[in-house]
């Protein structure tokens, strides 16, 4: 009985961290908090995929939060600082390059991961890469 309830309680903490760890990962920038996150389902198909005979990869911007409305899109090897004068406010992030892209104002994102802003603080400043 005692293993079964050790278990129970080992299982009960497992699962507590696999639930934590599904959970956005917070950073700060300037005390604003920020997220982390799997990039929607329905967002991954407006961000172009690799193509070509380089198979290369994009980064993508949404004006929106969760990965909506204005879509901003730049190919791997467009590389240096790109503005986005024509969709001025990003809040929705997903690089999709092989490269650490630094993201104006707020500091950098990794080869693979979403980020999202607060509705309140999108970002003004250019998106370079390699960071």
Not at 7 to 33: E, H, M, N, P, Y
Not at 57 to 69: D, F, I, K, P, T
Not at 70 to 78: F, G, I, K
Request: positive net charge; aromatic residues 12%.
């Amino acid at each position: 009985m005692r293993r079964l309830i050790r278990l129970s309680a080992l299982l009960t903490v497992l699962g507590v961290f696999a639930i934590s760890a599904s959970v956005a990962q917070g950073a700060s920038r300037d005390g604003i908090k920020t997220f982390y996150k799997s990039v929607n389902p329905l967002a991954m198909s407006d961000c172009p995929s690799a193509t070509g005979p380089t198979w290369e990869s994009y980064m993508c911007a949404w004006q929106g939060n969760e990965w909506g409305g204005a879509l901003s899109y730049w190919l791997q090897s467009n590389t240096g600082c790109h503005n986005h004068a024509g969709n001025p406010n990003l809040r929705s992030f997903w690089n999709r390059t092989p490269y650490n892209v630094r993201i104006g104002g707020w500091g950098v994102l990794g080869p693979g991961y979403g980020l999202q802003m607060p509705a309140n603080e999108p970002i003004t400043g250019e998106l370079c890469w390699p960071a």
